[in-house]
T-cell receptor
Framework: DAKTTQPTSMDCAEGRAANLPCNHSTISGNEYVYWYRQIHSQGPQYIIHGLKNNETNEMASLIITEDRKSSTLILPHATLRDTAVYYCIVRTNSGYSTLTFGKGTMLLVSP | NAGVTQTPKFQVLKTGQSMTLQCAQDMNHEYMSWYRQDPGMGLRLIHYSVGAGITDQGEVPNGYNVSRSTTEDFPLRLLSAAPSQTSVYFC?????????????FGSGTRLTVV
């Protein structure tokens, strides 16, 4: 699975959009971009994933660049409950590949 | 809708003791796995199972055993606990091994070995 690079931490004001970047310059054509988050003392939570096209669900939007070398997770209206560590993961969806978590980005949403 | 249930939530063991961390899911997921999380190291895969009767090793399997006799349950056994196994343990499941629609994680077991 391709390696990802994320900032260690980010701040966001409550009610504003949080834009979390992820670099995955060595991504292969059959690898997906996944985002998970982990709120303090809880288990990780799946957020969204995509291959080429931008994706949106009830939690967030995922913007993938045309060359697929980077992506951005967007939380449109961040709340205090969105304070968490966000993990960007790149992996294939064939076979039984594992899910490798790096160190992620600590997002702090402030009032 | 329980999802993935882990028990116990907290446990303190003495070095050399054995115990089993329980994991159960009620979503009929084929794939189940165990991770450990240590400060500053993200999550590391211990063991995983792609279906009842089938298990395989992950990144850090030493000191742990697993079995999968039913689709619902995937217990993790520590045969002789060591202080290096102090960690937070998460169980996860997905409909298929690919985890196409994401993995569902339990709330974790916080284990301290003294």
């Amino acid at each position: 699975d391709a390696k990802t690079t994320q900032p260690t931490s980010m701040d966001c004001a409550e009610g504003r959009a949080a834009n979390l970047p992820c670099n995955h310059s060595t991504i292969s054509g059959n690898e997906y971009v996944y985002w998970y988050r982990q709120i303090h003392s809880q288990g990780p939570q799946y957020i969204i994933h995509g291959l080429k096209n931008n994706e949106t669900n009830e939690m967030a939007s995922l913007i993938i660049t045309e060359d697929r070398k980077s992506s951005t997770l967007i939380l449109p209206h961040a709340t205090l409950r969105d304070t968490a560590v966000y993990y960007c993961i790149v992996r294939t969806n064939s076979g039984y590949s594992t899910l490798t978590f790096g160190k992620g980005t600590m997002l702090l949403v402030s009032p | 809708n329980a999802g993935v249930t882990q028990t116990p939530k907290f446990q303190v063991l003495k070095t050399g003791q054995s115990m089993t961390l329980q994991c159960a899911q009620d979503m009929n997921h084929e794939y189940m796995s165990w991770y450990r999380q240590d400060p500053g190291m993200g999550l590391r895969l211990i063991h995983y199972s792609v279906g009842a009767g089938i298990t395989d090793q992950g990144e850090v399997p030493n000191g742990y055993n697993v079995s999968r006799s039913t689709t619902e349950d995937f217990p993790l056994r520590l045969l002789s606990a060591a202080p290096s196994q102090t960690s937070v343990y998460f169980c996860a499941s997905s409909k298929g091994g690919q985890g196409v629609d994401g993995y569902t994680f339990g709330s974790g077991t916080r284990l301290t070995v003294v």
